[in-house]
């Protein structure tokens, strides 16, 4: 308290709040001398900003768990997105932000919207990285999430994105997150002659040029590749029918004993001779055996009407990059319409109930993060 801006020798010290936190000061005061505090919607964004300028960790604590628990789960999206979120990442509260991000990441096209024009282009950096970082959004396609990034860059309030050695750090910061490799060819052409600012035209094309090489390999092949393994190989939940699918199993549905399976649904493209997509599901089956832990991973064709030849390539990942891959390829036919999918390591089989007991490196903030991807046999 007594640094360079105070006199210790006054007898009266005068504090100096924000207008929004005098009147929860006592309230703050309390905690620090009798350990309580009545927590409401109201009170606890104040008494946060007074925990963390006064370095009261429990305090902090205690703000937080109330906000991700009783507060955030009721706001409406714009007060999320313009209080919580703006003063989380401000004030770095990563269980806040993540809370705030899970929100955002359903409704992002909102965000990301002509009516949030204003919001989006006005946040700040760490925010939009934050936001990008985040594998769980719900967006149609990728390049739509390109586009944003390309109007928050050359919004025309904030020229000082565009200065030399300041988009140089934000493109650093913010290219790596983009997942280009899940754009078409046409798209990632667009990419390449698009709106980048001139003090950065170069920065992207790296990235641009690895999406290329990706998309040209065969799916054995991405599975090999270290280079193939980080960030902007995952996917995000694309809303359009692709040939990609992500799939988040909680620890609870992994543990449970009442579930003998477990099945997620998803739809892909068909191939080129077919109008309707395909269905799929993924299937985790346990043993009906009472102590036996073993647990198969089934990749089914569900609906299937006539021959599938596919590559498939079966990822395991956290939210940074990918942990684990195993690619194969499958004639998935009506008397044979499903397919065992085993993961290695060092060569030997890795049994997946291995792959998902606790702890495990595999089981990310008590999620499992797969992710799948298809490609016809031509």
């Given at each position: 308290?007594f640094?360079?801006?105070?006199?210790?020798?006054?007898?009266?010290?005068?504090?100096?709040?924000?207008?929004?936190?005098?009147?929860?000061?006592?309230?703050?005061?309390?905690f620090?001398?009798?350990?309580?505090?009545?927590?409401?919607?109201?009170?606890?964004?104040?008494?946060?900003?007074?925990?963390?300028?006064?370095?009261?960790?429990?305090?902090?604590?205690?703000?937080?768990?109330y906000?991700?628990?009783?507060?955030?789960?009721?706001?409406?999206?714009?007060?999320?997105?313009?209080?919580?979120?703006?003063?989380?990442?401000?004030?770095?509260?990563?269980?806040?932000?993540?809370?705030?991000?899970?929100?955002?990441?359903?409704?992002?096209?909102?965000?990301?919207?002509?009516?949030?024009?204003?919001?989006?282009?006005?946040?700040?950096?760490?925010?939009?990285?934050?936001?990008?970082?985040?594998?769980?959004?719900?967006?149609?396609?990728?390049?739509?999430?390109?586009k944003?990034?390309?109007?928050?860059?050359?919004?025309?309030?904030?020229?000082?994105?565009?200065?030399?050695?300041?988009?140089a750090?934000l493109?650093?910061?913010?290219?790596?997150?983009?997942?280009?490799?899940?754009?078409?060819?046409?798209?990632?052409?667009?990419?390449?002659?698009?709106?980048?600012?001139?003090?950065?035209?170069?920065?992207?094309?790296?990235?641009?040029?690895?999406?290329?090489?990706?998309?040209?390999?065969?799916?054995?092949?991405?599975?090999?590749?270290?280079?193939?393994?980080?960030?902007?190989?995952?996917?995000?939940?694309?809303?359009?029918?692709?040939?990609?699918?992500?799939?988040?199993?909680?620890?609870?549905?992994?543990?449970?004993?009442?579930?003998?399976?477990?099945?997620?649904?998803?739809?892909?493209?068909?191939?080129?001779?077919?109008?309707?997509?395909?269905?799929?599901?993924?299937?985790?089956?346990?043993?009906?055996?009472?102590?036996?832990?073993?647990?198969?991973?089934i990749?089914?064709?569900?609906?299937?009407?006539?021959?599938?030849?596919?590559?498939?390539?079966f990822?395991?990942?956290d939210e940074?990059?990918?942990?684990?891959?195993?690619?194969?390829?499958?004639?998935?036919?009506?008397?044979?319409?499903?397919?065992?999918?085993?993961?290695?390591?060092?060569?030997?089989?890795?049994?997946?109930?291995?792959?998902?007991?606790?702890?495990?490196?595999?089981?990310?903030?008590?999620?499992?993060?797969?992710?799948?991807?298809?490609?016809?046999?031509?």
């Open positions: 308290m640094a360079d801006q105070w006199d210790g020798h006054k007898k009266v010290v005068h504090l100096m709040e924000e207008p929004g936190c005098t009147e929860d000061f006592s309230s703050f005061l309390r620090l001398y009798c350990n309580h505090v009545i927590l409401h919607p109201q009170n606890t964004l104040p008494i946060l900003v007074l925990a963390d300028k006064y370095n009261v960790p429990s305090l902090k604590k205690v703000c937080q768990d906000a991700i628990h009783r507060i955030l789960p009721h706001l409406s999206l714009k007060e999320l997105y313009t209080e919580w979120f703006s003063y989380a990442t401000r004030a770095y509260h990563p269980p806040i932000i993540r809370a705030c991000i899970s929100s955002i990441g359903h409704q992002f096209e909102t965000v990301i919207g002509e009516e949030w024009q204003s919001e989006w282009e006005s946040a700040d950096a760490e925010q939009i990285e934050h936001i990008l970082r985040h594998n769980s959004l719900i967006v149609s396609n990728e390049f739509i999430v390109w944003a990034v390309l109007r928050w860059l050359n919004s025309p309030s904030h020229p000082e994105r565009r200065e030399p050695i300041t988009v750090k493109m650093n910061n913010l290219l790596p997150l983009i997942r280009f490799p899940f754009m078409s060819g046409e798209e990632l052409a667009e990419v390449e002659e698009g709106e980048m600012p001139e003090t950065a035209r170069s920065l992207h094309l790296p990235f641009v040029n690895l999406a290329y090489k990706y998309q040209a390999q065969p799916l054995a092949r991405r599975a090999q590749a270290v280079e193939f393994s980080g960030c902007q190989f995952l996917v995000r939940l694309y809303s359009d029918v692709r040939w990609t699918a992500r799939i988040i199993l909680s620890r609870h549905d992994l543990d449970s004993r009442t579930r003998p399976e477990i099945s997620s649904s998803f739809m892909t493209r068909a191939s080129a001779i077919q109008n309707d997509g395909w269905k799929w599901s993924l299937k985790i089956i346990g043993s009906n055996y009472g102590g036996d832990e073993t647990k198969r991973v990749l089914v064709a569900e609906e299937i009407d006539q021959a599938r030849s596919v590559e498939y390539l990822t395991i990942c940074s990059k990918v942990l684990r891959s195993v690619a194969g390829r499958k004639n998935f036919t009506k008397s044979r319409d499903s397919t065992e999918l085993s993961l290695k390591h060092k060569g030997a089989e890795l049994p997946f109930h291995e792959v998902i007991r606790d702890p495990s490196l595999f089981v990310d903030a008590n999620e499992l993060h797969i992710q799948l991807m298809l490609k016809p046999i031509e």
